[in-house]
């Protein structure tokens, strides 16, 4: 749906191929100003200026020997780098979500559109839609094959969601492909933006619902969530502080917010039979308003998401985990889940007492 429009007609595959890719590294020697650099072609090998050469003779020929490549009034049917300040619009039922980017990048227009919307596409997961109405991603181009720091925020005067992300101009579909970024921030939208001393809430569900909402896409696996989970969760736990709402450590800020939020999921899982989980509860705050553009604090969000289910759950916890240190016995939970870890490898156990609460967790209920 969000692919460009193919031509109905038009050069051989091979031909086809070699052309896509002349034109992009033309593009990128003429517009990008990179002669004296370097560029990676379509499969990811480098460029040298000699093929660049054979390149843009072989483009010449081409366009001598062949039919326009674009369709009368339409649009290219080859994928090139967007250019500098262009925006890309995705539609998600109501929902919109608007990319801008700020300078210009060497990545293929066909990879930024799948990245935003894998992103997109996990968060709806979550939440059943986006977040918010509106949502501007805004990409600040750096150097480099990475995806940085990124940031949310809404702007109640446009009433937008606005995400700024920073993105290496030679970021690879590989790179996009493993980048929780864009997916943790999307979820940010759909929770307030609470006072600091709740932040850990609003942190650990973003934390702990990104690799969910991935899995479920298939964009990370099951082994690779819980592995993540099993590695970071000890830096969640207490550490000589009163509680959650006390102590502003990463670890337990984005951690400890995802501890909460991973007892919470099962709890509510035993209390429901496994119908409902905290995605419920999430999307019962956010359709009572309680989303990035509202104003509310960390505690009405929590009765919103309790009275969505109709239990206590969310509450009871925040008084276990947030006004008291709390303990957990991360070795128990892991073995009642039926996960075991070996060495960095995962493996699971389907005879577990919340092996069902596990797979739940993973695919969705
Ligand atoms: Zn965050």
């Not at 960390?298 to 240190?325: F, H």
Request: one cysteine or more; proline letters at 5%.
């Amino acid at each position: 749906m969000l692919e460009l429009q193919r031509a109905s007609r038009g050069p051989p595959a091979a031909f086809d191929r070699f052309m896509k890719l002349s034109l992009s590294i033309l593009f990128k020697q003429t517009f990008l100003l990179k002669t004296s650099t370097l560029v990676e072609d379509v499969d990811g090998e480098p460029m040298t200026f000699a093929k660049t050469l054979a390149a843009m003779a072989f483009v010449a020929i081409g366009f001598l020997c062949f039919s326009p490549l674009t369709e009368a009034g339409g649009q290219s049917t080859y994928d090139s780098p967007p250019p500098a300040a262009s925006q890309i619009p995705f539609r998600y039922g109501t929902d919109r979500v608007i990319v801008v980017i700020d300078g210009s990048v060497n990545i293929r227009r066909s990879d930024l559109k799948a990245y935003v919307d894998d992103a997109a596409q996990a968060v709806i997961q979550i939440y059943g839609r986006l977040p918010v109405p509106l949502t501007i991603v805004r990409v600040e181009v750096t150097n480099g094959n990475r995806v940085g720091f990124a940031t949310s925020t809404y702007i109640d005067e446009s009433e937008y969601g606005l995400i700024e992300l920073s993105l290496g101009r030679d970021t690879s579909r590989a790179s996009l492909n493993k980048s929780w970024t864009l997916t943790h921030e999307l979820l940010h939208l759909g929770f307030p933006i609470v006072e600091k001393s709740k932040r850990w809430l609003a942190e650990g569900i973003a934390t702990y619902e990104e690799p969910i909402a991935r899995v479920r896409t298939g964009m990370t696996s099951p082994e690779e969530m819980w592995a993540d989970l099993i590695k970071n969760a000890p830096s969640g736990l207490p550490q000589s502080d009163q509680g959650l709402n006390y102590t502003r450590s990463w670890g337990r800020v984005y951690w400890g917010g995802a501890l909460y939020c991973l007892l919470a999921d099962i709890e509510i899982r035993k209390q429901t039979k496994n119908k409902f989980g905290l995605e419920h509860a999430l999307r019962g705050i956010a359709r009572s308003g309680g989303t990035a553009a509202s104003d509310w604090n960390a505690r009405q969000a929590i009765d919103a998401g309790d009275q969505a289910l109709n239990l206590t759950v969310l509450q009871d916890l925040y008084t276990k985990m947030a006004l008291n240190p709390g303990s957990i016995d991360l070795h128990q939970l892991w073995n009642q889940l039926g996960i075991k870890e070996s060495n960095g490898d995962i493996s699971f156990d389907d005879s577990a007492p919340l092996a069902s609460i596990r797979k739940a967790i993973e695919n969705g209920s």
